[in-house]
């Protein structure tokens, strides 16, 4: 099996005080192709719970690391990026969750990278912030915060967009229809013409007008051969019910 997509990327939590939120990150992180999360000092850690909350990840919450400080979780990481909400005194360069995502990647190939989130109710210290390499933010309204797992989830989508063939490719269509043929538009614009005539729809329009701008929408619908093959059908069956109508009137 291949390695997830962002093998080299670390989730650090320092200091999580809830742990469903704990259990929402590692379902975000099982989305989006992440393997390592490392908590710093937890309030509470119970990975026999996170399955109430992210099914199918315990592969992922039986890997979780817990420190009691967070040198050991950053000491072997070549880049750390630290993302906050909050403005600081210091004048740091800070970038966009989107913006940073190319340099984490890039430096994961040389070395493990973390992205850092501080705990729910006052985010990061300026200690570790001053430890970061990237200052990173998730741009938003004047209301800057973020439920710590959507920001996780913010953050690894971003570097799941930027990691190449990351995203599971999706299926075909289960029946694939080939483009209809130049007789399939003629008979369909055909039988969409009689049945507007039996309606009597071109008692006060052009018909010509109207079969052009019908043929116009049907070409730039770039409908295949079976959808083309429904309308044609809905217009026969127009012109059947009018003939049956008619002749129960008769």
């Not at 989107?98 to 210290?125: C, K, N, T, Y």
């Not at 026969?236 to 019910?241: K, P």
Request: glycine share 4%.
């Amino acid at each position: 099996m291949a390695e997830p997509p962002l093998t080299g990327v670390r989730v650090v939590l320092h200091e999580p005080q809830d742990a469903v939120n704990i259990a929402a990150v590692i379902r975000a992180m099982k989305n989006m192709g992440a393997d390592a999360l490392h908590l710093v000092r937890p309030k509470t850690w119970d990975p026999s719970g996170v399955e109430r909350v992210a099914h199918d990840t315990s592969d992922l919450a039986g890997r979780v690391v817990v420190h009691d400080a967070p040198e050991p979780a950053l000491a072997d990481c070549v880049l750390v990026g630290a993302f906050t909400a909050r403005r600081r005194a210091a004048k740091r360069r800070v970038l966009d969750a989107r913006q940073a995502a190319a340099p984490l990647l890039a430096a994961s190939r040389d070395g493990p990278v973390a992205i850092l989130f501080g705990r729910e109710d006052r985010g990061l210290p300026n200690d570790l912030l001053d430890r970061a390499q990237l200052i990173v933010t998730i741009p938003t309204t004047g209301y800057a915060s973020l439920n710590l797992a959507q920001a996780v989830l913010l953050a690894l989508y971003e570097l799941h967009l930027a990691a190449p063939e990351a995203s599971r490719a999706l299926s075909p269509p289960r029946k694939d229809a080939p483009p209809p043929t130049d007789v399939e538009r003629e008979r369909a614009c055909g039988d969409a013409q009689r049945a507007l005539t039996a309606l009597d729809f071109f008692r006060t329009r052009n018909p010509e007008h109207v079969m052009r701008t019908l043929r116009s929408l049907v070409a730039r619908a770039d409908v295949d051969a079976r959808e083309l093959s429904l309308l044609r059908a809905m217009a026969i069956e127009v012109l059947r019910t009018i003939e049956r109508v008619r002749g129960e009137v008769a």
